[in-house]
Nanobody, 119 residues
């Protein structure tokens, strides 16, 4: 099992920045990649971006390119989502997820952290 805990959410004014963290524990050696998703009220869950757990560069979703950056610190078993130039439309619950190599999709999810951007 892999446990994921997000943190860093909160209330921020439009134009501001936030950095979300996702700490992984448990069978972290089985993780292949980590992803960030978000879900706004009344909307479908949206992919934000993904990063290999152990190598390579972040691979951000095009829709977030230029404003959001994903990084990792393997020594801390933590993945980050740096968000800049936030707009009210970025308001959502943000989730991190882990995918094991043998899995068809992301199979571990955090509890989510709320991000609210005020205008």
């Amino acid at each position: 099992q892999v446990q994921l805990v997000e943190s860093g959410g909160g209330l921020v004014q439009a134009g501001g920045s936030l950095r979300l963290s996702c700490a992984a524990s448990g069978r972290t050696f089985s993780i292949w990649k980590m992803g960030w998703f978000r879900q706004a009220p009344g909307k479908e869950r949206e992919f934000v971006g993904t990063i290999s757990w152990s190598r390579g560069s972040p691979n951000d979703a095009n829709s977030m390119k230029g404003r959001f950056t994903i990084s990792r610190d393997n020594a801390k078993n933590t993945v980050y989502l740096q968000m800049t130039s936030l707009i009210p439309e970025d308001t959502a619950v943000y989730y991190c997820a882990a995918r094991e190599l043998a899995a068809n999709d992301y199979n571990y999810w955090g509890q989510g952290t709320q991000v609210t951007v005020s205008s």
